[in-house]
C-alpha cells in the first residue's frame, strides 16, 4: 500500500510529529484536530493508522530499531490517551486482542511494542504483561472475545509454554483464536514447532498478519 | 595443535590442524553438569568446575567464564532475582529515571557484587587450563550496561530526549567495562569477550552506533590489548550487517556473527577479521544433531578458503539444549 498518496494535507503535520517520535508535538497536533471538530475515530484512522503505516513500510528486518519505534510508540500512546481516556471502547476499535508474555519470562519489552504497533493500527489491546499464566490468556481471550494473542518470548526456556497455548484455547471452544508468535527467541522456530499460527519477524510483520485474517473474516 | 593454538591461528588467518571450535556454552555447562543457575551464578569455584567438565565432554577450544548479563549492574547498586533454571533478573535499576551516572562508584572487581566470583572462576579455568585452550572472560560493552543502569526502556528514552545524560551513562560504563576487563585479564583470562546486544542494529540504528558507540568500544578495545588480551572478541548479536564494517575500526580482532548475516556477507564485510558464527542458537533445543552437522559442514565449506572463521553458534547456545547437538558440531569439526 502507498501510505503516502492516503494522506491528508490537515493530517501532515500530526502524522510528521509521530513518524518523528515527538510525542510533545503530536499530542498538540491532536488537540488541535480534535479543537476544530474532528472525530476521536478520525484522527485515528486518518493519522495514527496512516502514520503507522508508513513506519511499518519504513521497517524492513535490516531497519527495525527498538530506540525508533518506541518513540513513535511513545507519541502513539499519548495521542490514543488523549482521544481515550478510559481506553478503547470495543465497538470503536477494528477488533480485540491479547498480548501477554508467558510465565516464566519477566521481559515485556517485546510485548510493550507489538502492543504499541496495535494500538496506532486501531485495534482495542488488552495487556495482561508478563510472567502470565496460559490459563490467564485462555480467560483473557474468552471473556473479551479477542479474536487473537499475541505471545512475545526473549528466551528459550519459554517454548514449552508456547506450544501449550493452541491446546488451552482449544479445550476452551476457542479455535477460532489465531495465536502468533514472536520475540529474540521464538522467532528462530517455526510456527509448526510451536503450535501456532504465525510467527512473526518483528511487531509489523505480527501485526500484517492480524489484519489480513481480520480481512479475511470481514463480509 | 591444541584449542588455544587452533583460535589463534584463526585469529591471524594461518594454517591448523583442524578448524577451531568454541560453541557458545555458558548455562548448558551447568544444565549439562546437574547445576541449578541460580548456583552457577553465583560460585565461580562451580562455574569453572562446570566449564571444564563441558570441555572435556565435548573437546571444544574454549572455555567462558559467563555467569550472566546482570553482574556488573548488581555490582554497582542494582538489585537481582534468581532462578533455577534461567538467567537473573534486574528486579531494581541502580538508577532512577531522573539521575545521572555521575555519581556512581566504580565498582571494584575485586570486592563488588559476584564480580570477584568471575575472577575466582577465571583464575580457576586459567590454572587448569593453562594454554591449551582459550579461556575468554566476560563483560558488557558501553550500550548494554547504560541501559542496564536504568532499565533499558528508560535509557532508550534518555538517549533521545537527555543525549548529554546518555553520554554521561555511557562514558561510566565504558570505564566499569575497562576496569573489569583488566581485571579478567590479570586473574589469568586470555581474552574477554565484550557482549553489547543493546548496541544491536537493532535496538539503535547503525548511526548511533558510529557516533555514540564506536569510539568508546575503542577505548575499551585499546585498555584490553594493552592489558594483555591476545585479541579483542565483540560479540553483538542480532542483523549487524550495517555495523560490521565498523569492527576493525573499533579494534576487534574477532567477531561474531548471528544467523542473521550470512557467512559470504559478514566474509565481505570484514575481510581481514576473524569470523566466528552463526548457526541458529535455538536449533540446538529439540535433539536434531543432523540439522547441526549439516548447518556445521555448510560453514566449514563457506570459509574453507578463507580461513579466519571459528565454529559456533550467532549467539549464546540456550542452557537446556540438547548434548547430542553440541556433540554433532564437535563432530563435524573432527572431520577436519
Known amino acids: 500500500m502507498d501510505a503516502a498518496s492516503t494522506v491528508r494535507d490537515d493530517f501532515r503535520p500530526l502524522i510528521e510529529a509521530l513518524l518523528a517520535g515527538d510525542h510533545a508535538a503530536a499530542l498538540a497536533e491532536t488537540r488541535r484536530l480534535s479543537q476544530i471538530g474532528l472525530s476521536a475515530e478520525t484522527i485515528v484512522t486518518a493519522g495514527l493508522e496512516i502514520a503507522m503505516q508508513q513506519l511499518d513500510d519504513k521497517c524492513t528486518v535490516e531497519s527495525f530499531n527498538l530506540l525508533e519505534i518506541m518513540l513513535v510508540g511513545r507519541a502513539v500512546s499519548a495521542v490514543v490517551r488523549e482521544l481515550y481516556p478510559e481506553g478503547v471502547p470495543p465497538d470503536k476499535s477494528r477488533g480485540t486482542l491479547i498480548v501477554a508474555t508467558l510465565e516464566g519470562d519477566v521481559h515485556d519489552l517485546g510485548k510493550n511494542i507489538v502492543k504499541m504497533v496495535l494500538i496506532g493500527k486501531g485495534y482495542r489491546v488488552i495487556d495482561l504483561g508478563r510472567d502470565c499464566p496460559v490459563d490467564t490468556v485462555v480467560a483473557a481471550a474468552e471473556r473479551e472475545a479477542a479474536s487473537g494473542v499475541l505471545i512475545s518470548g526473549l528466551i528459550s526456556t519459554i517454548v514449552p509454554q508456547v506450544r501449550r497455548v493452541r491446546a488451552a484455547l482449544r479445550a476452551h471452544g476457542l479455535d477460532a483464536v489465531w495465536v502468533v508468535a514472536g520475540g529474540a527467541a521464538l522467532k528462530q522456530l517455526v510456527a509448526t514447532d510451536l503450535d501456532v499460527d504465525c510467527v512473526a519477524e518483528n511487531a509489523f510483520d505480527g501485526a500484517r498478519y492480524i489484519e489480513q485474517r481480520f480481512g479475511e473474516t470481514k463480509p | 595443535m591444541n584449542g588455544l593454538e587452533r583460535i589463534l591461528a584463526a585469529v591471524h588467518f594461518t594454517a591448523a590442524d583442524l578448524p577451531p571450535a568454541a560453541p557458545q556454552l555458558f ?74 551516572a555521575s555519581h556512581l562508584h566504580l565498582p571494584d572487581p575485586t570486592s563488588d557484587g559476584r564480580l570477584p566470583e568471575l575472577l575466582r572462576g577465571i583464575e580457576r579455568l586459567r590454572s587448569t587450563l593453562g594454554d591449551t585452550a582459550l579461556v575468554a572472560g566476560s563483560l558488557l560493552g558501553p550500550m548494554t550496561l547504560a541501559t542496564q543502569l536504568y532499565g533499558i526502556e528508560t535509557a532508550l528514552f534518555m538517549a533521545a530526549d537527555d543525549p548529554d545524560r546518555f553520554e554521561i551513562a555511557l562514558d561510566f560504563a565504558t570505564e566499569c567495562a575497562i576496569r573489569y576487563g583488566q581485571a579478567q585479564i590479570v586473574a589469568g583470562a586470555h581474552l574477554p569477550v565484550v557482549f553489547d546486544p543493546a548496541a544491536s542494529p537493532a535496538v539503535v540504528p547503525p548511526a548511533f552506533f558510529r557516533e555514540l558507540l564506536l569510539p568508546r568500544l575503542k577505548r575499551l578495545f585499546a585498555a584490553l590489548r594493552q592489558a594483555g588480551a591476545i585479541a579483542n572478541w565483540l560479540n553483538i548479536a542480532g542483523p549487524t550487517a550495517t555495523i560490521l564494517p565498523w569492527y576493525p575500526e573499533a579494534g576487534a580482532d574477532i567477531a561474531t556473527f548471528d544467523y542473521y548475516v550470512s557467512p559470504e556477507q559478514a566474509a565481505r564485510l570484514l575481510p581481514q577479521t576473524c569470523l566466528v558464527g552463526n548457526i541458529k542458537p535455538l536449533d540446538f533445543l529439540d535433539a536434531n544433531p543432523e540439522r547441526i552437522s549439516g548447518a556445521a559442514r555448510q560453514l566449514f565449506s563457506a570459509f574453507r578458503e578463507r580461513g579466519g572463521f571459528i565454529l559456533s553458534s550467532g549467539c549464546e547456545i540456550p542452557p537446556e539444549s540438547a548434548p547430542a547437538n553440541i556433540a554433532a558440531l564437535i563432530a563435524v569439526r573432527d572431520e577436519g
Not at chain 2, 48 to 66: I, M, P, T
Not at chain 2, 77 to 97: C, D
Request: hydrophobic content about 40%; proline content about 3%; aromatic content about 12%.
Open chain 2, 27 to 100: 548455562g548448558h555447562a551447568a544444565h549439562l553438569c546437574g547445576v541449578r543457575l541460580c548456583d552457577y551464578g553465583q560460585n565461580g569455584a562451580l562455574m569453572a568446575d562446570c566449564q571444564l567438565r563441558a570441555k572435556a565432554h565435548y573437546r571444544s577450544d574454549a572455555v567462558f567464564a559467563f555467569m550472566d548479563f546482570c553482574m556488573e549492574s548488581e555490582s554497582i547498586g542494582s538489585r537481582l532475582r534468581f532462578y533455577e533454571a534461567q538467567y537473573p533478573e534486574i528486579t531494581s535499576y541502580v538508577l532512577p529515571a531522573t539521575a545521572d
